[in-house]
């Protein structure tokens, strides 16, 4: 069974003309409205993250520091990431709907889990909000995994168009959480090398996919000839996905080029992994994807793909007409730098 939640209050979190805006959930509420099977997926409700959860990734002062900001008004916290007076409230209901995902899903209630909201959080840094994200939602549902539910190993994949730059910050020199991160190269934030392997006893546990722009729906293959080795050395008692759509060959944000099937197909390859070695506890949590029509297409591909992993996937933008670019080098020097066999 696949468990969602939806973040009523998000639309509380909007500055005029930035991309980041509430049209994005409301698109993905209205294709899920619009689909029986996702209209029928069971939805939690939560409360509010505590502030110990939040601590577990987040210096205390930087909490207080964007606390108090959204009681004084809001503005910006950086050159791209706002703050209104209901901001810090909202990301902390966004959380707390994650983490009931994640009870659910390590407890056996729910099989996996795709909690709808945002901002997102792959850029958050444990005292820096960064990239439209304010709170580090993937780490924060990785470490509640750990010490609220007793998971050994937690397994953070990232197919996001950026570089989850804050989540592998959160867990850098840390062989309990792998991070893998799928992104396009060398656009913000800049990170997420091939050489970034971790550090410390967390020397291999970060794994950097920089893919070369206009690669397409070659991704999936390139997740099929990587993870499924590297799940497999891990064997994570969780798997915690931030997905984004602004992979899609439409988004205004990059350039990697894929379809909204080739988005769903890489997806369904994680999913694939999270059923073979972790039991099938997989928790989605969303990042980007800025035209919100393709991001609600994508996210009712993503979830038609975990409630049922035979499910017919509707791609109304259609495939892109470029040529793939071959990741067949990637995936060979991936497969070498973290020992993967031939
Ligand atoms: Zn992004």
Redesign the pocket.
Known sequence: MTATTFLDEHAQHSEPGHPERPARLEAVRAAIAADPLLAGLPRLDAPPARRSALERVHFPEYLDLVEAFCEQGGGDLDVDTYATPASFDVARQSVGNLLALVDAVMTGEAGNAFAIARP?GHHARPAQAM?FCLLANAAIAARHAQMAHGADRVLVVDL???HGNGTQECFYDDPSVLVVSAHQDAIYPGTGRLGETGAEAGEGFTVNLPIPAGAGDEVAGLYRGVLPPLVARFRPDLVVLSF?A?PHRLDP??GLNLSVAGLAEAAGVVHEVADAEAGGRLVVTL???YLPDVLAASVAAVLRRLADPTAVIDDPFGPTSRPPVDLAPLAAAVRQLHRLGA
């Open positions: 997102p990239g996001d168009v950026h984004g602004d944000l990059a990042e980007g994807g």
